[in-house]
């Protein structure tokens, strides 16, 4: 079926991937393939990943087991969507969506360590990498056969890092030489690259760099004790004259606006994110009220539970409605700060009500990770925090809509 008669055409009921929280049927905007590659996901997640959660998540360990055959998924630029266009472009906007929803509606870490290849480092590539470093290194991280990952904070600077950025590259030849330290890098001690940015000791600005994991001078630290994305594992990292040749620099990387260009997209992902994390809480909330009984009665048919059901369902349906046509704008061509900057702040703010309103109908049980809720609740935190806190994204949409910024840096 093609894109445009699908947009027109409800889902039929039957046949529905996402049933209640997505009730406004935003899922006709997909195309029957799409559809089947998001169903092959489902089917995993529900057999493979699921049993996994509770335990992986009290461990704080990444369940590896689920790595690779999520790789073997082919999600990304799937065979049977026709891989990446001619122009380069990925897969449609609406299917990358849906696909961060569905990894997200099942477990936010596994969402997060998905989306720091196909989202974090891909558009480091697609963004910062010349036209001849894209032809080499863009189908090995589509295929993960090169695996990266985003190291942009820093321990002094994560709001400011525009201008508190002190990771610092010093040009020896053909070569140059870091120095500094990263924070909070998701993914980083099972990648292959690490994608950092310093700033150029030469020019002041920010430039970025493929760096191996293992060279002289790169140390990881797990960061221990996280109570959110326990799963999900983040390094602190030093680089002590850490050498990368100049073939391993992005070469479209030349200032900060090329950092930012990298964000706006990134940032509508965490949208999803936290839209995915909702629908996901929401869904076990509806199932548990729905099984237990106070008061010989289940808790669904009391109007006080009812209401906050309602509530979810709304926060829920608000967030889909705002990623999908933040993604229709995009797919437009369609890019500006604000716009991904909004879509952030406001599901953000939607899913920490939600998931708490979820915690909250499932009583004692909803802190224990034998609910669902329990895991969403606790993880909705980290995705609050990252990709830009409520506050600068906020203050990007201020700035916006008065011309004047209120970063004092
Ligand atoms: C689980 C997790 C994964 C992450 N993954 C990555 C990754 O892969 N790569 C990467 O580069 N980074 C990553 N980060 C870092 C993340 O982007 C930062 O945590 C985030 O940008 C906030 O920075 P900070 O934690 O240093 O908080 P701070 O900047 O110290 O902010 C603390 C508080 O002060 C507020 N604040 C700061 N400035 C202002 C202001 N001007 N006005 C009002 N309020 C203000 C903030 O909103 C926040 O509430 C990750 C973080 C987490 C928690």
Redesign the pocket.
Known sequence: MSAATAEQTPTAEKTRLYGVCDYYDAESLLTEDERRVLGRLREFLDREAQPLLAEYWERGEFPQQLAQPLVDLDLMEPAELSGPRADGSPARGIYQGFRIFELARTDASLATWYT?QAG?FRTAIRVGASADQQTEWMPKVIDFSLKG?????EPDS???IAGGLSTTARREGDTLVLDGA?R???GAATADVLAVFARDVTDGQVKAFLVDREADGVTLEKIHGKT??RM?Q?AHITLDGVRVHESMRLHNVNSFRDVAAMLRAMRSDVAWIATGIQAGAFEAALRYVTERRQFGRPLGSFQLVQEKLARMLGNVTSSLSLVVRLTEQQAKGIYRDQDSALAKMQTSLLMRETVALAREVAGGNGITLESDVARFHADAE?VY????????NA?IVGRALTGESA??R
């Open positions: 720091a974090l990952v985003f190291s942009l904070t994560g709001s400011d990263k909070w890098i998701g959110a994305l999900m983040n980290a925090s990252y990709e830009g806190t409520h506050e600068i203050l970063f004092t």
